[in-house]
């Protein structure tokens, strides 16, 4: 069974940085996509970040692209997102999910993280 803590999240100003954590409590983490998302309040869940296995592809939407960097520590069970240049609108509960490459292709979320920036 595979287990996902976020933590990180706080109040911020507009302009300013924040840096999540997610950290994964299972085995094989490297046999694991991983992903940010999130959810602001009345809206649908968005995708923020994903990070491949081995950490060589990543991908964003246009909406936090160069502003958010999520990267990954394999040795560590750890997957990062990396927020600058914070926005009101990124004010959100942030989720990490891991994704399972292979057969049964498990899916683990955690239990979110709270971001708000707000001056």
């Known amino acids: 069974q595979v287990q996902l803590v976020e933590s990180g999240g706080g109040s911020v100003q507009p302009g300013g940085s924040l840096r999540l954590s997610c950290v994964f409590y299972?085995?094989?983490?490297?046999?694991?996509?991983m992903y940010w998302h999130r959810q602001a309040p009345r809206k649908e869940r968005e995708l923020v970040a994903a990070?491949?296995?081995?950490?060589?592809?990543?991908i964003y939407p246009d909406s936090v692209k160069g502003r958010f960097t999520i990267s990954r520590d394999n040795a560590k069970n750890m997957v990062y997102l990396q927020m600058n240049n914070l926005k009101s609108e990124d004010t959100a509960v942030y989720y990490c999910?891991?994704?399972?490459?292979?057969?049964?292709?498990?899916?683990?979320w955690g239990q979110g993280t709270q971001v708000t920036v707000s001056s």
């Open positions: 299972g085995f094989t983490f490297s046999n694991y996509v």
């Open positions: 990070i491949t296995s081995a950490g060589g592809g990543t």
């Open positions: 999910e891991a994704r399972e490459l292979r057969p049964p292709n498990a899916d683990y």
